[in-house]
């Protein structure tokens, strides 16, 4: 995986984004949860990671008009927000963004490996519906650090 900042970055301003976790209230009354955003300092201005908008607009999609839930968590439909809600919900990062930035990187090899063992498992059950749910979910993290290597 290249070593590009996942933790910051430039906004438009030119004030610096941060990463965090945020909630979104969508059409007033759903709301969204454990949403990585990158947040302007200076503009208050907010984006969603690359990594998440895909799954977070066929989440919003899906709901439709009468939405079955009131409250949803992103990190249970995409990896990249299930990694980053558990790596902030550690702890305190005492190092700064560099350690953070360590720790996310060390919880996306974690998870890739844990999902290769999964894919393992399914294979030697012939499990196919397994094994396409665990390499969807593995793609949602590897597709991401190929894009990001080159």
């Known amino acids: 995986m290249k070593k590009d900042n996942l933790v ?4 438009g301003c030119g004030g610096v984004m941060t990463i965090h976790m945020h909630t979104l209230i969508y059409s007033g009354k759903i709301k969204i949860t454990h949403v ?3 947040t302007c300092g200076v503009c208050a201005r907010y984006e969603p990671l690359p990594f ?8 919003i999609g899906e709901m439709g008009e009468h939405p079955a839930k009131l409250h949803l968590s992103l990190a249970d439909r995409n990896e990249w927000a ?4 558990e790596t902030f919900s550690s702890g305190f990062f005492h190092g700064g963004i560099s350690e953070l930035e360590e720790s996310i990187r060390s919880a996306i090899q974690s998870r890739i490996d844990l999902l290769l063992d999964v894919y393992r498992v399914a294979g030697d ?3 196919l ?4 749910e665990t390499a969807q979910r593995l793609s949602q993290l590897t597709l991401q650090c190929t894009k990001s290597a080159k």
């Open 52 to 59: 998440i908008k895909r799954d977070l607009g066929e989440l």
């Open 129 to 132: 519906k397994w094994m396409e």
């Open 125 to 127: 059950l012939a499990d």
């Open 8 to 11: 910051k970055k430039t906004c």
């Open 36 to 38: 990585p955003v990158y």
């Open 82 to 85: 299930n990694v980053l809600k």
